[in-house]
């Protein structure tokens, strides 16, 4: 990176800062801080007062660091044979002007009482200098963008991505400028529901604001769909898996807005990570562009062709049955645990089907990923799709389609929260663990495993329309029994991850290492198993259950660390996790019929 290229990228940092300040003054109210511009209560000094200084260091940072980096750039752009590259000729000329507009609109700010459309104006000059950096630095670290464009739809559908982001920050601004922040008490929901009565202007802006978020997590969606889809090239795809990383975190952080009743330890985050989405959204548009005809994946080859039968029977498999089996076996007992007894079953069967549909499409979707790995492995090479019997872009529409039809299904059949859990562990399969933790650490299979931990929640949620605590201690049991229950797995396939460049526990740590790991999530597991006691006021035919099984889990665990190498003792304890997890969850809901009270 050359020295022109680095001072960019610090006008860039400094200008995120500088926005990020801006969020911290708005946060704490001390917009007003200094009354007066440029001094403060008519000195260069601010008085001891903490929003005065708040206030001040927002001006400081943008007259010592943002204006005297950004004018560089520009006169050194202007002025030396960089002038030549026109993108980077305009950009470095708006981002001077800016600047010094910004100055100037900041004292409008302060002078005109924080006027809700200036300090919009305000916040989208700064976006767009920071955009205008980020082209500047990318230009001249790699020079002018090729004439040949493989994918021009790709690059739109960033870019479209980007204006979206930058239409929601600047909403937001709107509903800070109106004091919109706390227009319906609730989250997700307002005032109880998904389509409010809009009574007075700020639940308007509110709701605008809500309904965009949704637009943008979509669009984000979508081009970390298609970035995956259609390159292999790193940066664009680690662009993408930290928009989405970014946008979830951001939901999380709204809702905390809300929670907190607009706490500065929320707002601030928020914004600064809306403007951290931006830079990687412009970022993401000129890494699109720079896409070459060799980093373009070659189209896969057309599906063979199948009779109906054939095609449907390709199409369940892609939803991975066995595994859906396996994620109902907790669903049923959950429910009759927060009942109390024997739900409706009506009830039981719209989650059950619910369920399903949310499984299916993640599974689908999952392939759709992973069907270069699925490829090599011997044990998933006659999957649909390695084996040709789906196109690609079929199995993605089915996957998104199962996850779309799931979500109306729980919302409208059982409740919103149920809907939103099953939507949330569809995200974080595909894209935190698919997308990025499968590939790139051996914990991946102890993080990713939460996404199948949800559905206890959406069982627990569809009966109580909230999640009580022992939902969390289930969930925990079913997060402690993941690791053991898959590691065993990879033992026996550990050639085939290790071939497929899978970072799975036996290939980087080896075989003695995963069977010590067996263990340790075993003792764990049983841990968790027994909390359910007091959590939920289990029995005897719970404490019996669990005490004999998790003894049973036990002892496969410690034969298998006797001899890790024992592919044997590997498939046997893989095949009786499944048996403990089933038993387990049947005795906490016969348990929960019977009640049989210990003491």
């Keep these: 990176m050359t020295r022109f290229a680095k001072l960019a990228v610090a006008a860039a940092v400094a200008t995120f800062v500088l926005i990020a300040i801006g969020g911290l003054v708005r946060a704490t109210d001390s917009g007003l801080g200094c009354p007066d511009w440029p001094l403060c209560f ?40 960089r002038r030549r590259d026109v993108p980077m000729l305009v950009a470095a000329v708006l981002a001077g002007l800016l600047v010094i ?27 767009t200098v920071l955009a205008a950096t980020i082209l500047i630095a990318e230009r001249a670290t790699n020079g002018p963008m090729p004439a040949q464009h493989p994918r021009p739809g790709l690059t739109r559908l960033a870019a479209a991505t980007a204006v979206a982001i930058f239409a929601q920050m600047l909403l937001g601004s709107w509903v800070t400028g109106h004091h919109a922040g706390l227009a319906f008490s609730d989250f997700p929901l307002m005032d109880g529901t998904a389509l409010p009565e809009l009574v007075v202007t700020q639940q308007a802006i509110q709701f605008a604001h809500r309904a965009m978020s949704v637009l943008v997590a979509i669009l984000v969606v979508w ?10 090239a790193p940066l664009p795809r680690r662009l993408v898996d930290l928009m989405v990383a970014g946008a979830a975190i951001q939901v999380v952080l709204g809702g905390l807005n809300v929670v ?25 548009v000129l890494g699109a562009r720079r896409l070459r005809p060799a980093e373009i994946r070659r189209p896969a ?76 492995m011997r044990r998933t090479r006659n999957r649909p799709l390695p084996r040709h019997a789906v196109d690609p872009r079929n199995a993605l529409a ?19 929260l149920s809907a939103l859990l099953a939507l949330s562990a569809t995200a974080f399969y595909v894209f935190v663990y698919t997308m990025w933790l499968k590939r790139t650490t051996p914990q991946n299979i102890v993080i990713g495993g939460a996404a199948g931990c949800v559905p206890v929640l959406v069982a627990w949620a569809a009966v109580t329309g909230s999640v009580g605590v022992p939902a969390l201690v289930l969930f925990g049991i079913v997060f402690a029994w993941t690791p053991p229950h898959f590691w065993a797995l990879a033992l026996r396939y550990r050639g085939d991850y290790a071939a497929a460049n899978v970072p799975m526990l036996p290939v980087v740590r080896g075989e003695a290492e995963t069977a010590r790991q067996i263990v340790v999530y075993t003792v764990a597991l049983v841990a968790i198993s027994l909390i359910l006691l007091p959590a939920a006021g289990m029995g005897w035919i719970y404490l019996i259950a669990a005490v004999v099984l998790g003894a049973l889990f036990m002892w496969g665990a410690l ?13 046997d304890l893989f095949r009786f996790s499944i048996s403990y997890l089933t038993l387990l969850f049947a005795a906490v809901a016969v348990d929960a019929v019977l009640r049989i009270p210990i003491g």
């Design 223 to 232: 081009t970390a769909i298609s970035i995956h889809r259609t390159t292999d």
């Design 260 to 284: 907190s009743r607009l706490s500065a330890f929320s707002v601030v985050p928020h914004l600064a990570l809306g403007a951290a989405l931006w830079g990687l959204s412009v970022w993401l």
């Design 559 to 571: 034969r298998l660390r006797a001899n890790a190498a024992n592919g044997r003792a590997a498939v």
């Design 398 to 416: 089915f996957g998104i389609g199962l996850s779309v039809v799931a979500f109306a299904w729980l919302t409208l059949t059982v409740n919103l």
């Design 101 to 127: 507009v910004q100055s100037l609109v900041g004292a409008a700010v302060v002078l005109q009482g924080l006027a809700a459309e200036l300090v919009t104006v305000h916040l989208g000059m700064a976006l």
């Design 42 to 81: 008519g000195d260069w000094v601010p008085p001891a007062d903490l929003n005065a200084w708040i206030e001040h260091s927002h001006r400081l940072t943008a007259a010592v660091f943002v204006g005297p980096l950004v004018g560089a750039v520009a006169l050194i752009t202007v002025f030396t044979s």
């Design 301 to 376: 080859r057309s599906a063979e062709s199948h009779g109906p039968v054939d095609t449907a029977r390709a199409y369940v498999a892609l939803t991975k049955p066995r595994i859906i089996e396996l994620l109902l076996v907790t669903t049923v007992p959950t429910m009759v645990l927060a009942e109390g007894g024997l739900p409706s079953p009506w009830l039981m069967a719209a989650v059950v089907i619910g369920g399903t549909l949310a499984a299916g499409g993640a599974n689908a979707i999952n392939m759709v990923v992973d069907r270069d790995i699925d490829d090599v």
